[in-house]
């Protein structure tokens, strides 16, 4: 063997141990073990359900909105419960019912779906009983009351009856505010067509000749005639995405609910993922909006058990309504 030759041996020799050391190197930051796809997928899941856990976890919040107006003489404090859709909050609805006792409300409003189409109406009920004879209370219609049949629709309304609270449904009523007070209106659902109409179940508005929400407009409309600028007035209403026809016909204040915060949120940077008749990333998906001179505040609402999809960092909320003259 030629002195050439032995030395590409040696190189090759020394290539080959080196490339060994670096692989025993590796093998033992490992721990000798290396993980399968299929570990490292499962613990991805797990951090991942780690980490947005506390977002499904929420429990009840109460958000409060102050609204200052020269012609409040006074104040009242507002309760606004909707979307509750009969879930639970606790015995006999206790969790709900405390929340709203450490607030002290002068009154307690239902925006709409306080009921629902599909569960029963007892928790509903057990809350009407906690609050009956304490709070004055007023409700207007959302669209699952109205989707129920109307047997179903009859038996809510008698139970509203029943505990003293008192329906707006295209009337309005006032509230005192000390040594004044404020004009309380409440407008139906659109969707109050399928109560109104002569069938038991739902109908096809396309086919029966219905325009829900022309027809809503027009109703609110009727409201401006009742409607005077000495006045502060405000709008009870289910939907807010109705908000144009709310600030046509003039009022100061509306309340709504609905769009249940879009389901999904991601603080500071989604205001909720979807609304029912808003699509995605909905503009009215829950908080305060101003156009022109009239305020609308859209509560995220209290339902959990009757939605599809889980909330997320989106809990559900008692909205609490400060109302005070510009002095106070
Ligand atoms: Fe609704």
């Given at each position: 063997m030629?002195?050439e030759n032995?030395?590409?041996?040696?190189?090759i020799?020394?290539?080959?141990?080196?490339?060994?050391e670096?692989?025993n190197?590796?093998k033992?930051?490992?721990?000798?073990?290396k993980l399968?796809?299929?570990?490292k997928f499962?613990?991805?899941?797990?951090l991942?359900?780690?980490i947005t856990?506390?977002g499904f976890l929420?429990?009840l919040?109460?958000r409060?909105?102050e609204i200052?107006?020269?012609?409040?003489?006074?104040?009242l404090r507002?309760a606004?419960?909707t979307?509750l859709?009969s879930?639970?909050?606790g015995?006999g609805?206790k969790?709900?019912?405390?929340a709203?006792?450490?607030?002290h409300?002068d009154?307690?409003?239902?925006g709409?779906?306080f009921?629902?189409d599909?569960?029963?109406?007892?928790r509903?009920?057990e809350?009407l009983?906690?609050i009956?004879?304490k709070?004055p209370?007023y409700y207007?219609?959302?669209n699952h009351e109205c989707?129920a049949n109307?047997?179903?629709?009859?038996t809510?309304?008698?139970?509203?009856?029943?505990y003293?609270?008192i329906?707006?449904a295209?009337?309005?009523?006032?509230l005192?505010?000390?040594?004044?007070t404020v004009?309380?209106?409440?407008a139906?659902?659109?969707?109050?067509?399928?109560v109104?109409?002569?069938?038991?179940e739902r109908?096809n508005?396309?086919?029966?000749?219905?325009?829900?929400?022309?027809?809503a407009?027009?109703e609110?409309?009727?409201f401006?005639?009742e409607?005077s600028d000495?006045?502060?007035t405000?709008?009870l209403?289910?939907?807010?995405?109705m908000?144009?026809?709310?600030?046509k016909?003039g009022?100061?204040l509306?309340?709504?609910?609905?769009a249940?915060?879009?389901?999904?949120?991601?603080?500071?940077l989604?205001?909720?993922l979807?609304?029912?008749?808003q699509?995605l990333?909905?503009?009215?998906?829950g908080g305060?909006?101003?156009k022109?001179?009239?305020?609308?505040?859209v509560?995220?609402g209290?339902?959990k058990?009757?939605t599809?999809?889980?909330?997320?960092?989106?809990p559900p909320?008692?909205?609490?309504?400060?109302?005070?003259?510009?002095?106070?």
């Amino acid at each position: 063997m030629d002195l050439e030759n032995m030395a590409k041996r040696e190189e090759i020799k020394t290539i080959k141990e080196e490339n060994s050391e670096q692989e025993n190197g590796k093998k033992g930051k490992h721990n000798g073990k290396k993980l399968s796809g299929r570990a490292k997928f499962w613990i991805i899941i797990l951090l991942l359900f780690v980490i947005t856990l506390p977002g499904f976890l929420l429990g009840l919040t109460v958000r409060t909105y102050e609204i200052k107006d020269e012609r409040i003489r006074g104040s009242l404090r507002i309760a606004l419960v909707t979307d509750l859709h009969s879930c639970k909050y606790g015995e006999g609805q206790k969790k709900l019912l405390s929340a709203i006792e450490k607030q002290h409300p002068d009154v307690i409003l239902l925006g709409g779906d306080f009921f629902d189409d599909k569960l029963s109406d007892v928790r509903a009920e057990e809350f009407l009983a906690g609050i009956s004879g304490k709070y004055p209370c007023y409700y207007v219609t959302g669209n699952h009351e109205c989707w129920a049949n109307k047997e179903k629709f009859g038996t809510q309304m008698n139970i509203l009856k029943k505990y003293g609270v008192i329906r707006l449904a295209g009337d309005s009523v006032l509230l005192q505010t000390g040594s004044g007070t404020v004009r309380l209106c409440g407008a139906d659902d659109p969707d109050i067509l399928f109560v109104r109409s002569v069938d038991t179940e739902r109908v096809n508005y396309e086919a029966e000749g219905f325009k829900p929400f022309q027809d809503a407009a027009t109703e609110l409309a009727e409201f401006a005639k009742e409607i005077s600028d000495d006045e502060f007035t405000i709008l009870l209403s289910h939907r807010p995405e109705m908000i144009d026809a709310y600030e046509k016909a003039g009022f100061d204040l509306v309340l709504a609910g609905h769009a249940h915060g879009g389901q999904i949120r991601i603080p500071w940077l989604v205001n909720g993922l979807y609304a029912p008749n808003q699509g995605l990333f909905p503009k009215y998906a829950g908080g305060r909006y101003e156009k022109n001179d009239m305020t609308m505040i859209v509560s995220r609402g209290l339902a959990k058990e009757s939605t599809k999809f889980p909330r997320f960092c989106n809990p559900p909320e008692l909205v609490i309504i400060d109302l005070a003259g510009e002095d106070n």
